[in-house]
Every structure is written in C-alpha cells, then in structure tokens.
C-alpha cells in the first residue's frame, strides 16, 4: 500500500504559479496529477514515468509541468500562468505497474492521495 500526501495549494490571483508537492510512502514506477472541480469529472493532468519522461494532457501543455525527485520520492507539478479555470482539487495518483506514460485515466493508477486545493482568482 502506498501512502501519498499533496502540499502546495492555495489561492492565487491569475497569471500566477504554484508548485504542488507529493509524498510517496514508496517508490512506484508511475505518478501522476488529476484535478477535479466541484461537479466535475476528475481530470487527468500529467503523468511521469521512472526516467523522468513526462506526458500532459494538451489543455495544459506549456503552462504545467511535471517532475520527480526519486531520492526524497516526491512528485512535483509547477503550474504557471495559472487561470480561473485551473482551480479544482489536485490529487496525486501512483500505480506499481509499467506503461506510464499510457496511463491517463482514474482507472490507471492505484493509489490515491487526499488532494490539495488550487483556487485562481480572476
């Protein structure tokens, strides 16, 4: 069982960054970013596999980017020229099993942490 707790979040007025952070109870061979806003379906972000090679979903491609320090076994997400449609719910996913960079949706990752909320004032 893997254990993951996001830090990071927080309100910030558009245009702005935040850099969110996760912890890993273990290593696992594929992470990943998913949002969700109030109502909504909970979205795929980006996904990073053990060498470091990242895949994004296109909304968010050029704004967001994703990495990993394997050593400390934290994820990070450095997400800059935030938008008002950016705030959602931001959940760190993991899954022990290979094929990263193919894994985009919540059925892909096993393990889930709580969340951390992202809030872009206009």
């Known amino acids: 069982q893997v254990q993951l707790v996001e830090s990071g979040g927080g309100s910030v007025q558009a245009g702005g960054s935040l850099r969110l952070s996760c912890v890993a109870s273990l290593p696992t061979h594929c992470m990943g970013w998913f949002r969700q806003a109030p109502g909504k379906e909970r979205d795929w972000v980006a996904t990073i596999d053990d060498y470091g090679r990242p895949v994004y979903a296109e909304s968010d491609k050029g704004r967001f980017f994703i990495s990993k320090d394997h050593v400390k076994k934290t994820l990070f997400l450095q997400m800059d020229s935030l938008k008002p449609e950016d705030s959602a719910m931001y959940y760190c996913?993991?899954?022990?099993?290979?094929?990263?960079?193919?894994?985009?949706?919540?059925?892909?990752?096993?393990?889930w942490g709580q969340g951390t909320q992202v809030t872009v004032s206009s």
């Open positions: 996913a993991a899954d022990p099993r290979g094929n990263c960079l193919l894994r985009n949706s919540r059925t892909d990752f096993r393990y």
